[in-house]
């Protein structure tokens, strides 16, 4: 299967490189993009070794054949999992801003999208952030989580992403 990973600026995005390694175990295809938030928290050489392929960083990326990524990843993508999915991330999606590569993706994949939001408890349970997920739910896109965990903050609460056999289990159902 040829999975697209988007990757948001959040700490769970250190989850991503486990999935994106288990992807590969299997035999799946995997690319990755990433938002410039997202390199802060894991670097996109660590999905380039998982991967075997350049991550894509940037809305004007050229690949070394000349293809643009954010077209061509695009095109072969059966599922595209954007995890964490942050409020940020949401938002725009919601709103259709191609503002990094990771959305920009979603406006030009025509596979299915799945969305792992991941953030702090008040932030998934502001009116904004929930009135997004809605918009998105309403366009089709499908979503895993967030549920109740240990936060970045030192507390339980709603916002945790899912863990990342959960996503997989949701590529797999989502991709045939």
Not at 13 to 31: H, T
Not at 58 to 70: C, E, I, K, N, Y
Request: proline share 5%.
């Amino acid at each position: 299967m040829n999975v697209l990973l988007g990757i948001g600026g959040g700490i769970a995005a250190y989850k991503v490189a486990w999935l994106a390694s288990r992807l590969m175990q299997r035999g799946d295809v995997v690319r990755v993009a990433m938002t410039p938030d997202a390199t802060r928290f894991v670097g996109a050489v660590t999905f380039e070794g998982l991967t075997g392929r350049k991550a894509i960083l940037s809305s004007t990326q050229v690949d070394p054949d000349g293809a643009l990524p954010h077209l061509e990843a695009a095109k072969s993508a059966q599922v595209y999992v954007i995890a964490p999915a942050t409020a940020n991330l949401l938002a725009g999606l919601a709103m259709g801003v191609a503002a990094d590569p990771v959305a920009l993706l979603a406006l030009t994949c025509r596979c299915p999208i799945l969305l792992c939001p991941a953030m702090n408890d008040a932030m998934w349970q502001a009116a904004a952030v929930q009135a997004n997920v809605a918009r998105l739910r309403d366009r089709g896109l499908h979503f895993r989580g967030p549920v109740t965990g240990h936060l970045a903050e030192g507390y339980d609460a709603i916002g945790r992403m899912v863990e990342p056999d959960e996503i997989l289990a949701a590529i797999t159902e989502l991709g045939s």
